[in-house]
């Protein structure tokens, strides 16, 4: 078993950036594909960004171009740069882990990130 801790989160204006962290001190990233995902009260979560087996990355299409996955292994903390933040990006964000090999997943706490005016 791991943990994950997000970190990041906060309250920001459109059109403005936050970074979120996930800390992920058992993870052996050579073992867990390591991924974020958001959730909209009401709504189911769903896939923001991952990255696959050979650290090549899936984005949402509604984060194209905005959103950046990035992983410091030695420290094992993944990030997720947001750029030019819409309302609609306001949602929980999830830390996820998801180990290949015995195909158990992993979730943080959640982040908080509203955009708003």
């Known amino acids: 078993q791991i943990q994950l801790t997000e970190s990041g989160g906060g309250l920001v204006q459109p059109g403005g950036s936050l970074r979120l962290s996930c800390a992920a001190p058992?993870?052996?990233?050579?073992?867990?594909?390591m991924g974020w995902y958001r959730q909209v009260a009401g709504n189911e979560r769903e896939m923001v960004a991952t990255f696959n087996g050979d650290w090549s990355t899936n984005y949402a299409d509604s984060v194209k171009g905005r959103f950046t996955i990035s992983q410091d292994t030695s420290a094992r903390i993944v990030y997720l740069q947001m750029n030019d933040l819409k309302t609609e990006d306001t949602a929980v964000y999830f830390c996820?882990?998801?180990?290949?090999?015995?195909?158990?997943?992993?979730w943080g706490q959640g982040a908080q990130v509203t955009v708003s005016s």
């Open positions: 058992g993870a052996n990233f050579m073992f867990f594909n």
């Open positions: 996820n882990a998801h180990n290949a090999y015995n195909d158990i997943t992993y």
